[in-house]
C-alpha cells in the first residue's frame, strides 16, 4: 500500500493555530502556565506552537524540554538503549499548570514516562497532555490528551510520522506501511 | 545509540574511544540527575548489586553505592573485615555464595592485581572493577578524563602530568590509557625509583623534575605515595619528597599559565600536596568526587543495559 498523507503543510499550520487557540482558552495569559514538550520529537510540537503563541499573546512563554530515558518501562527490553537528549528545565514547577507536549500518542507509555519524569522536577497543580496525532484504540494504559491535533485510527502495522520543516524539509504528517511498525 | 563492546569493565585498556564517549554523554545526562530536587531514576528497578571490599575505601564504596541508589537497584555491601574471608574461603566461593542470592553485578576493589578479570572469567554476573591491587581504576581514569572534559571543554591535545608514586598507581595506569584514548599527551614525574622501568613503552614522557613538568602542562594529577604497598624504602624520607615533588602556592603561582590541579584522593595534605593548593580555585579535587558518582552511574547504567532479562 502506499503512504497517506494525513496532514499537508496548510492542514498542519490550521492545525498548530487551533492547539494555540485551544490552550489560550483554558490558560488565559499563561501567567501560571508553562508548556514542556518530551524529548526527542516533541519538542518540534513545542516550538511551533511557543511561536505561535508569542505572537498571539505578544508576551514570552516559559517552556522546557523533558527527556524520559531513564524513566522508560522498556529498560533491558529492547536490542539497544536509547539514546538520552538533554532535560532542559530551568524554572520550578511548584503549583504551576504544565501542559506535556508531544507528537503522537500511540501505547500511552511514553507519557506515564514522562509524568514519572515530570514528578521528579516537583508538585505541579495540574498536568495536562497536548498531542499532534492520537492513535485512538492504540492504548496500553489509561492516558488519553487532553488537546489533539488530528486523531488517526490506524492498524499496529502502520506508522505515523510527523515531519518538520525545519529537519524533513516540509510540515507534514504521513501514515506510513512498514512491516514492523511502531509509534 | 551503540552498546559498550564490554560485558564487564575490567580496565580502561578493553574501552575503546566510542565506549568511552558514549560514558561520558550518558554521565552529562545522570549528573542533570543528580543536581534536581529528586535525585533518583528507576531505570534498575529489578537489578540487584553487590559491592565487594576486600581493601579499604572510602570515596570509592560511597560513590558506587550512591551511584547504585540514584539508578534504584538493590544493593548488598560486603568487606573483607569482619567477614569468612578470614576462615579462610577462596575469591571465587566468596563471591558465588553472593551470586546465588540472585545478584545481577559486583563491583569489586581486590589487592591483588588481575583479580577482576580473574572474577570475569568465573562468574556469571557484570563485575565492575572498583580497583584491583596496582594493576587498573577505570572509573577513577573515566571521572578523572570527564572532569578534565568539563572544565577545559576537551581532552583531545591537552597536556597532563601524573605526580607521585606512578610504580604502585593503578590510578595513574589507568588515567594514562584513558588519557592517551582520548588523545592527551602524558607525562609522569616523581623520584627514579617511583617510576616504573620501561613506562615510556606505553608512549609518555618522563620527568625527575616537577618545575621543567608543571611548565609543561596543563593539567596536574597529584597523587598519595602509597605507602602501604611500600615493602622497601623508595626515598629517604617524606620531608624530602615533599620538598622536591610536593605541589605548593609558591611553585603554583610562578609558573607562566594557570593548570588545573587534581587529585584522586585520599589527600596527604602537606605531602604531595599543600593544602592551600588542595583548597584553592585551580583545585577540581570536589568536582572530581561529583563526577564520580555519575560516571559510575552512566558504566553501571550501559552495563545493566546489556544483561539478558530471564
Not at chain 1, 485512538?136 to 488530528?150: E, N, S, T, W
Not at chain 2, 580473574?118 to 578524563?145: C, K, M
Not at chain 2, 605541589?247 to 584522593?265: A, F, Q, T, Y
Request: glycine share 6%; hydrophobic share 40%.
Amino acid at each position: 500500500m502506499e503512504n497517506q498523507v494525513i496532514l499537508n503543510s496548510k492542514q498542519f499550520e490550521l492545525t498548530i493555530n487551533r492547539l494555540c487557540h485551544q490552550l489560550i482558552e483554558t490558560h488565559g495569559d499563561f501567567s501560571s502556565t508553562v508548556l514542556i514538550g518530551l524529548q526527542p520529537r516533541g519538542i518540534h510540537v513545542l516550538k511551533r506552537l511557543k511561536s505561535r503563541l508569542e505572537i498571539i499573546l505578544g508576551k514570552e512563554i516559559t517552556c522546557g524540554n523533558l527527556d524520559i530515558t531513564f524513566y522508560r518501562d522498556d529498560f533491558r527490553r529492547r536490542e539497544k538503549p536509547i539514546i538520552p537528549s538533554t532535560t532542559n528545565i530551568n524554572f520550578s514547577i511548584e503549583n504551576k499548570n504544565i501542559v506535556l507536549i508531544d507528537d503522537v500518542l500511540f501505547t500511552g507509555r511514553t507519557i506515564r514516562s514522562g509524568l514519572d519524569a515530570l514528578l521528579a522536577y516537583g508538585r505541579p497543580n495540574r498536568v495536562e497532555l497536548l498531542t499532534m496525532i492520537d492513535r485512538r484504540f492504540r492504548r496500553h494504559l489509561p492516558i488519553q490528551a487532553d488537546y489533539v491535533g488530528k486523531t488517526v485510527d490506524s492498524m499496529i502495522s502502520e506508522r505515523v510520522a510527523v515531519e518538520w520543516k525545519e529537519i524533513e524539509g516540509e510540515d507534514k504528517v504521513l501514515l506510513l506501511y512498514t512491516v514492523e511498525g511502531n509509534g | 545509540m551503540d552498546n559498550l563492546s564490554v560485558e564487564h569493565l575490567i580496565g580502561i585498556r578493553d574501552l575503546t574511544k566510542a565506549d568511552i564517549d558514549l560514558i561520558f554523554s550518558t554521565a552529562d545526562n545522570f549528573k542533570q540527575v543528580i543536581n534536581r530536587p529528586i535525585k533518583k531514576v528507576p531505570s534498575l528497578r529489578d537489578i540487584t548489586i553487590a559491592n565487594l571490599f576486600f581493601e579499604n575505601s572510602t570515596r570509592t564504596k560511597l560513590s558506587f553505592e550512591l551511584a547504585e541508589k540514584r539508578l534504584s537497584a538493590d544493593v548488598i555491601n560486603f568487606s573483607a573485615s569482619g567477614s569468612s574471608v578470614s576462615k579462610g574461603e577462596t575469591l571465587v566461593d566468596t563471591v558465588n555464595n553472593i551470586l546465588s542470592m540472585k545478584v545481577d553485578m559486583v563491583v569489586m576493589r581486590h589487592p591483588n592485581p588481575g583479580a577482576a578479570k580473574f572474577l570475569s572469567d568465573r562468574i556469571g554476573a557484570r563485575v565492575v572493577n572498583a580497583g584491583d591491587g596496582t594493576h587498573e581504576h577505570p572509573t577513577q581514569a573515566l571521572l578523572d578524563a570527564f572532569t578534565i572534559r568539563e572544565k577545559l571543554g576537551t581532552v583531545e591535545g591537552k597536556k597532563v602530568v601524573i605526580v607521585g608514586d606512578i610504580l604502585h598507581s593503578r590510578v595513574a595506569l589507568s588515567n594514562i590509557l584513558c588519557l592517551q584514548k582520548l588523545g592527551a599527551e602524558v607525562m609522569v614525574c616523581g623520584p627514579t625509583t617511583l617510576i616504573p622501568k620501561h613506562i615510556d613503552k606505553l608512549g609518555v614522557k618522563v620527568s625527575h623534575n616537577l618545575r621543567h613538568a608543571l611548565e609543561w602542562c596543563d593539567v596536574a594529577n597529584m597523587l598519595r605515595i602509597q605507602l602501604e604497598r611500600q615493602d622497601i624504602k623508595y626515598f629517604p624520607s617524606l620531608r624530602e619528597y615533599s620538598m622536591l615533588f610536593g605541589l605548593n602556592k609558591e611553585i603554583l603561582d610562578s609558573l607562566s599559565k594557570e593548570i588545573v590541579v587534581m587529585h584522586p584522593g585520599p589527600i596527604n595534605r602537606g605531602v604531595e600536596i599543600t593544602s592551600d593548593v588542595a583548597d584553592s580555585k585551580q583545585s577540581v579535587i570536589l568536582q572530581q568526587v561529583e563526577n564520580g558518582v555519575a560516571i559510575r552511574m552512566a558504566v553501571i547504567y550501559l552495563l545493566a543495559a546489556k544483561i539478558e532479562r530471564q
